[in-house]
Structures are given as C-alpha cells and as structure tokens.
C-alpha cells in the first residue's frame, strides 16, 4: 500500500540524517590532526542549528529527528525562540523534554550570562511545553494564554489516563514535569524588557466553544513572529483541537501583518510568501476532506486519495493520517449538523468558505509549488 512506503521513505529519511550528522561529528571530532577534541560539544552541535533572526533575536532548530524520551505523541521537537534584552532572555516555547530545553539554555549561555525572565508558551502541544522546567527552575516567569493553560491540564489528565493503558509511558517520560503557566493572559498583551516591545496575540483556531490557546509572539521593531505549531513549515501540521477553516482565517490575518520573518513551529523560517503556501495547504486539504465527503466516501478512502498526492511530499508523515482523520471529522460533523433541520448549534464550517478555495491565491500558489516539485522530481 502507498503509506507503507510513505513511511519507509520517512524512516529512512531519519537514518540517513542520522548517519549525515555522526559521519560529520566523527569528521570535525578527529580533524587534519588526528587529535580527538571534546565530543559532547559536538554531538550537541550536530543534531540542531541556532540561527540569528535579527540582533539579539535567534530560534533553536532541531533535525527532524524522533526522540525516544518524552510523549511519544509529540515525539519530534519543535522550534524554540529566545530574545536576549539588555534585562534578561525571553524564550518563546521550550521543546518536547527538558534534555532539549537544556540544549537551549546552554546556547542562551553561549551568548548572555543574564537571567531567564520569560518563558512564552505560544501554544500547549507537547513539543511546545515539556521543556518549561527547565525554565522554571531558572525562575522564570511562564506565560500563556488562559486558553493553553486550560488544554494543558487537560492534557494532563489525558496523560494520566493514557499511563494507565500503557505501561510503556510512564518509562518513556520518566524525569519530565510537565510545568503550568504561571501567568495567563486573554486575548492580546503586551510588555517590554530591556526596551524590547513584544506583542503576545491569541488567535481564535480552535473548535467553537473549546478553550483557544494559540498565540503568536510578535517583535514590531525586528518585524519577526513566532508562530508555534500554527505554521509549520515542510512538515505535515498536528491538526490538535484546531478548526480548520479558523485556522486558515487566522493564517490569512497574520499573513497581512508587517513582519518580514515568520518562525515556524517545525522548520525553517520564512517569508510570508511560504507561509500562504502553508495556508494553501490547510486549504488543499479541507477541499479534498470535502470533496471525498460530498461523494460519500470512507474516511480510509479519502485517506488513500490525498496520501498519493505529491502535497504530501513533507516531513513527519507519520501524522498524515491524524490530519486528514481530524478534518474529516470536522467536515463530516458540519455537515450532519448542516443537514439535520432541528439542529440549532452552527456549523463551524460554513459551506460559502470552502465552496472553492481554488480560486484562492493561496491555494494557486501552493498547486503551483506542488506541480513545480513533482516536475523536478524534488522532494
Ligand atoms: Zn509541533
């Protein structure tokens, strides 16, 4: 079946970045000399990149690696921002495990020796928040929407269920705490430290009538934004508790706000240009959901329709089938409601919104970039 090589081709997509990074360490590690010089540094180099945004502005970016420790659900690490103020360091989200929070914190101390004042969790998936205690025992000050801190405890009392039906958990996140917010906020705030100005906006991407806990970090004067998970960037997205059609409106605002660096969740960041095509993707995605439905086919049906579709040429396959299962949920929900007369709730997709999403710029752009990358053989 096509997902079975879908998934051999993303295992061995991993191996052979494993191999890429060892081979390199072992090159640097011995060099012209011969002399064996400091391993750990260079493990630690090898399998992340920092990167510098704009002065004093950098995101931490892990290899598309699956991690043994931690929750398996979140098991590759997202992206982690850190701004360094003449007053301390601000992180924007913290990894999947502490491990890598620490990883980050030992790049922070490559380049500050001030204090960590401020962690922002933009959202409350896994690899955003696992590694808050590592923050936490710097004393910082973590912030979140009132809406994350919601879906964080909520996550925890699914944790705590999910540990009693498989024994293997508890092994797997053994030395993680997960760590709460100590701050919330609702809707937008905004502060500054050491005369950096930061915004911090919820934006309304989840299902009508559950807790909304995205957000997204902007620094006005850098013209930077951290999304977290709601943008990822050649990666297939975790659809969470997401709406899909809020998130692609939410997507739509953010793409007209003046900002030069849009920072993923997963992956490099971008101009807006990439970010569109993003959007173009949900879109892609929600009008393929939709098409299947209107023809009454299977969820594993339509499943097999878009996993052969070169749009899903894209790291973390492994979660294709999630997001396609999640909107076609939601799809199918809005429609039972939408045919069903003595229904008064509404629906959350209404059918003007997704009618043609062809004829959306967005949805051209990212067909465009798809049929340019299957001509190119490109992946
Ligand atoms: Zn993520």
Request: aromatic share 8%.
């Amino acid at each position: 079946m096509e997902w079975k090589r879908f998934r051999l081709l993303a295992r061995w997509e991993c191996l052979r970045r494993l191999a890429r990074s060892i081979l390199t360490c072992l090159a640097v590690t011995v060099g012209v000399t011969g002399v064996v010089s400091s391993p750990p540094l260079c493990a630690a180099n090898q399998l992340y990149e920092v990167r510098q945004l704009a002065p004093h502005t950098f995101v931490w970016i892990p290899d598309d690696m699956m991690d043994q420790n931690g929750d398996p659900n979140f098991n590759r690490s997202g992206n982690v921002g850190f701004v360094i103020t003449n007053d301390g360091v601000i992180v924007i989200n913290t990894a999947n495990n502490p491990f890598h929070a620490r990883e980050v914190l030992y790049e922070i101390r490559q380049r500050t020796d001030l204090p960590v004042r401020m962690v922002i969790d933009t959202g409350s998936q896994g690899d955003e928040i696992l590694g808050n205690e590592v923050f936490a025992e710097q004393r910082a000050t973590i912030i979140a929407s009132s809406g994350a801190e919601a879906q964080m405890r909520s996550y925890q009392s699914g944790l705590v269920k999910r540990m009693s039906l498989d024994p293997e958990l508890p092994r797997h996140m053994r030395g993680i705490h997960l760590t709460f917010p100590t701050q919330t906020f609702q809707g937008t705030t905004s502060f500054s430290m050491g005369g950096q100005e930061i915004r911090v906006l919820s934006l309304n991407c989840d299902e009508p009538g559950n807790a909304e806990g995205d957000a997204a970090v902007f620094l006005p004067r850098e013209k930077v934004i951290f999304l977290g998970d709601l943008y990822v960037n050649g990666y297939v997205p975790q659809m969470g508790s997401r709406n899909v059609q809020r998130w692609i409106d939410a997507l739509g605002n953010v793409e007209k706000w003046n900002a030069t660096t849009y920072v993923p969740g997963h992956g490099d960041p971008s101009t807006v240009k990439t970010l569109a095509n993003f959007r173009g993707f949900l879109q892609w995605l929600q009008a393929g959901v939709q098409a299947g439905i209107q023809q009454g086919k299977s969820l594993s049906a339509v499943e097999d329709q878009l996993l052969s579709s070169s749009a899903f040429n894209l790291r973390a396959l492994d979660l294709a089938p999630k997001a396609i299962a999640a909107v076609y949920n939601q799809l199918a929900r809005a429609r039972a409601a939408h045919v069903a007369p003595n229904r008064s709730s509404p629906s959350p997709v209404p059918q003007s919104r997704t009618a043609n999403p062809a004829t959306d710029s967005a949805v051209k752009g990212f067909l465009n970039r798809i049929s340019s990358r299957a001509l190119n053989g490109a992946h």
